[in-house]
């Protein structure tokens, strides 16, 4: 079955403009998170929907950061007015209510802020 | 402030010797702990995980052990072998359920040398 999976695999973009990352999870999970991973870092969380309920968005850094789920399914990420500091690679996650928090991850978007 | 801390960013071991990857947290709500598994350009695949009501979990050649008093894990790979060369990343989370962002460490970068 398909895993989940990202587009695009990499972004390149210059300081101040708009990215848009997606996120196509798991068939059937109902979470899904996103995260940041930047160099020699860690995974930072980022955000997190569950079903139809509000998302959990206490991760994002900045108000340039948002990100929506459109039918239980798609995520979509934004960053606005790109800066530097959002260099990283972004992961998306999902799971199911049966995972006990096991979370599966797609490849991940590298997007450089030049 | 770290909660999730991996002090080693790398560990060296020869084919066939145990690996031991070390994990501490400071939050004493963290209930549900899991390690992930990265190669280079690809997404953490979920390796092992285990909670709080246990002190260790073994799944094949992989063991993850728990000392709650301690607030330490650590996961124990024997014997090791070439294949396991990738990045661990140790996690946790404050509810053993799907839908609780995962804190996660840095990382060990594992080489396993034939």
């Known amino acids: 079955g398909a895993g989940v999976s990202q587009s695009p695999s990499n972004k390149v973009t210059e300081k101040g403009k708009d990215v848009e990352l997606r996120c196509d999870p798991i068939?059937?999970?109902?979470?899904l998170y996103w995260y940041r991973q930047s160099l020699g870092q860690g995974l930072e969380f980022l955000i997190y929907f569950q079903g139809n309920s509000a998302p959990d968005k206490s991760g994002l850094p900045s108000d340039r950061f948002s990100a929506e789920r459109t039918g239980g399914s798609v995520s979509t990420l934004t960053i606005q007015r790109t800066q530097q500091e959002d260099s990283a690679v972004y992961l998306c996650?999902?799971?199911?209510?049966?995972?006990?928090?096991?979370?599966?991850f797609g490849p991940g978007t590298r997007l450089t802020v030049l | 402030d770290q909660q999730v801390k991996q002090n080693s960013p790398s560990l060296s071991v020869q084919e066939g010797r145990i690996s031991i990857l070390n994990c501490d947290y400071t939050n004493s709500m963290f209930d549900y702990f899991l390690w992930y598994k990265k190669y280079p350009a690809e997404g953490p695949t979920f390796l092992i995980s285990i909670s709080s009501i246990k002190d260790k979990n073994e799944d094949g050649r992989f063991t993850v052990f728990l000392n709650k008093s301690a607030k330490h894990l650590s996961l124990h790979i024997v014997p090791s072998q070439p294949g396991d060369s990738a990045v661990y990343f140790c996690a946790a989370s404050g509810l053993e359920k799907a839908g609780t962002a995962l804190i996660f460490g840095k990382g060990t970068t594992l080489s396993v040398s034939s």
């Open positions: 068939s059937g999970h109902t979470a």
């Open positions: 996650a999902s799971s199911s209510q049966r995972g006990y928090n096991e979370q599966f």
